[in-house]
């Protein structure tokens, strides 16, 4: 799969779990800054395509191929925050640090992160009293200090109400475009990924998935709603 222009490349023959094929022919190429949605059904392989990509997963049989950067770094957000409950806000936050600060450099540094992402004056707040998009906002905050090359995002929003979950995919695509990061967002949910991407890939078409999955019909159902909606 030959792109000059491609920041990442994938190229999947096939990944097997358990000796059962998860997908295969995956094809998949990334340019530097664009951010990404691929969409389909839960259960088809999307999240195993981002460990992957993260290398917390083998390639299975097939090559990916990452940018050739000076300390080139990959920031992972889950569906579900991943913060330490006995810390606060701020020093979740400051976990992402590459780099030792003092104590002046570390209030402003939090001051930029929690302005990043709409959590001004939250440094000192308990991570167990905020809301799911609160949390999931530091979250953020603290992958992003560690000034990564690329973000993957694992249907970070899934677990919002509607309404957050549309205005953090805003506020999540701004911030993005203002730090040039490349991201690649998997949802299935399809206004999301219109919100936050530049591009959506629908799954079946950048390779050939096991039909075990059984969402396929409430996808193809979400996409001919969106479709009539948008006329």
Not at 65 to 88: A, D, R, T, W
Not at 222 to 228: D, G, N, V, Y
């Amino acid at each position: 799969m030959a792109n000059d222009d491609a920041f990442l490349q994938v190229d999947i023959e096939t990944k097997e779990f358990d000796d059962k094929v998860v997908f295969s022919a995956l094809k998949l190429s990334l340019r530097k800054g664009e951010i990404i949605s691929i969409f389909g059904p839960s259960g088809c392989g999307k999240t195993t395509l981002l460990r992957m990509i993260a290398g917390l997963e083998s390639a299975g049989k097939g090559d990916i191929s990452l940018p050739m950067i000076e300390n080139f770094s990959i920031g992972f957000i889950f569906q579900k925050p991943v913060l330490y409950p006995h810390l606060n806000v701020g020093k979740n936050i400051l976990l992402g640090s590459k780099q030792k600060l003092n104590k002046t450099e570390k209030s402003v540094v939090l001051k930029e992160s929690l302005a990043m992402v709409n959590l001004s004056g939250y440094s000192s707040r308990k991570v167990t009293t905020l809301s799911g998009g609160e949390a999931q906002r530091v979250a953020i905050a603290r992958a992003l200090l560690a000034e990564p090359n690329l973000i993957l995002l694992d249907e970070p929003f899934s677990s919002l109400d509607v309404k957050s979950r549309r205005g953090l995919a805003n506020d999540v695509r701004a911030i993005l475009r203002q730090k040039n990061i490349a991201a690649i967002h998997v949802s299935h949910d399809i206004e999301e990924a219109e919100i936050i991407s530049d591009r959506i890939l629908r799954w079946e078409k950048i390779c050939t998935p096991n039909n075990a999955s059984n969402n396929n019909e409430a996808v193809q159902t979400q996409l001919e709603r969106h479709a009539r909606s948008s006329y």
